[in-house]
């Protein structure tokens, strides 16, 4: 099974709209279609960003909460590598490239076009619309 990580752009989305390609890529993964790989930071990053008062219109504090929880308790949760090159103009994108690669994780997944153009022998760089995509060819 395929070892993809999300990056936080897309864990949002999946909690804001139940109907986008992050949401659906939330339930691939509940159907088994990869193994989804966090790390405490990203998950704190997650919970930090969805605790902001601009997100009570979507859900309340508990469900956000809820929806943290489930992450870490079924995602398959990788150390912080300690290793973080700079390959990207963002240093927090550094970091998903290189927990992607120390995880062992073939996918990264994100919506920033900077991390589209990446080299080298880390994890490819999706979109979540392009993953949907892979996933559901036969």
């Known amino acids: 099974m395929n070892r993809v990580v999300l990056d936080l752009n897309v864990l949002v989305s999946a909690r804001i709209s ?3 390609a992050p949401a659906a ?3 691939a993964w509940v159907d088994g279609a990869f193994e989804l790989v966090v790390s ?3 998950l ?3 919970e930090a960003v969805l605790s902001r008062p601009k997100f009570r219109r ?3 504090e508990r469900e956000a909460a809820d929806y943290v929880s489930v992450l870490r308790q079924w995602a398959v949760v990788a150390p912080e590598p300690d290793d973080v090159p700079n390959v990207t103009p963002d240093p927090e994108d550094d970091r998903l490239v290189a927990l992607a690669t120390s995880a062992g994780a073939r996918v990264l997944v994100s919506g920033d076009a900077h991390l589209h153009g990446l080299a080298g022998t880390g994890p490819v760089v999706k979109s979540p619309g392009e993953l949907l995509l892979i996933l559901s060819s036969p």
């Open 40 to 42: 405490d930071r990203l």
């Open 18 to 20: 139940p109907a986008g």
């Open 58 to 60: 979507y859900f309340d």
């Open 44 to 46: 704190d990053d997650l």
């Open 25 to 27: 890529l939330l339930s």
